[in-house]
């Protein structure tokens, strides 16, 4: 949806901020200036999790040509990405079209133990570099020496929100018809292999993930409006 590189979706918290994509100066009129306020409300949630944390000042990510999707997204920091002592802790990604705009990211919370890099045919990459990919991120875990739980993160991000933005967040499930989208999306698409082991070249990744992971659609029923 928004492009960017790989994530391995498993232990992390995931977030998505929706809004109008011109008419709303509190997030910004083009895409680097909503990184930038984003990625400053994000400061704020680190500072309530006691971890300090630097934004990154590389390039932007820009659309990228189909080979440099097999590379991880926490390899490499882009603009307005947070890091500490260098590693990525943070990635986002943003698409803006029809006056909208959808940026989101994904925030690694605990230690899986799992490689990305098993899960890509990274072709002509030697034993060292897909090693290095592994280690130019980082999770809370590592960070704090604690695994925090999904539903103490959601309230720091709220808390962190809220006070870098000046608004009450309030929180919503999904619509009906949101809902009835969400579970024809898991039934059609997102529940079948030819569509998750699907690769960009035309091949399959026959390599499962591990039971237990399966999306439930009827699970995703935490957002806040303001």
């Known amino acids: 949806m928004t492009g960017g590189r790989t994530i391995l979706h498993y232990g992390e918290l995931t977030y998505a ?24 409300a994000w400061i704020e949630v680190m ?23 097999a590379t991880p997204c926490f390899a490499a920091a882009s603009t307005y ?25 994904s925030l690694p919370r605990v230690n899986t133990g799992w490689s990305i890099t098993s899960y890509l045919k990274a072709q002509g990459q030697n034993r060292k570099e897909l090693h290095s990919w ?32 000046g608004i009450i967040m309030i929180e919503e499930g999904l619509t009906q018809p949101e809902l009835k989208t969400a579970l024809q999306l898991e039934k059609e698409k997102y529940s079948r292999s030819d569509w998750n082991y699907l690769r960009l070249n035309g091949d399959y990744n026959h390599r499962p993930m591990e039971s237990g992971n399966k999306f439930d659609a009827a699970e995703v029923v935490n957002s806040w409006s303001v």
């Open 17 to 40: 901020v929706v809004a109008d994509g011109w008419h709303n100066p509190q997030l910004g009129s083009s895409l680097m200036e909503t990184y930038r306020k984003i990625c400053l």
């Open 47 to 69: 500072q309530l999790l006691g971890i300090r944390v630097e934004y990154s000042r590389g390039k932007a990510s820009q659309r990228q040509d189909r080979s440099s999707y």
């Open 81 to 105: 990405e947070l890091t500490v002592n260098g590693k990525k802790v943070l990635g986002s990604a943003q698409r803006r079209t029809k006056g909208c705009f959808i940026q989101q990211g």
């Open 134 to 165: 592994d280690e130019r991120g980082v999770n809370l875990e590592t960070l704090t020496s604690r695994r925090w739980s999904l539903t103490e993160l959601k309230d720091y991000v709220r808390k962190g929100f809220e006070r870098h933005f």
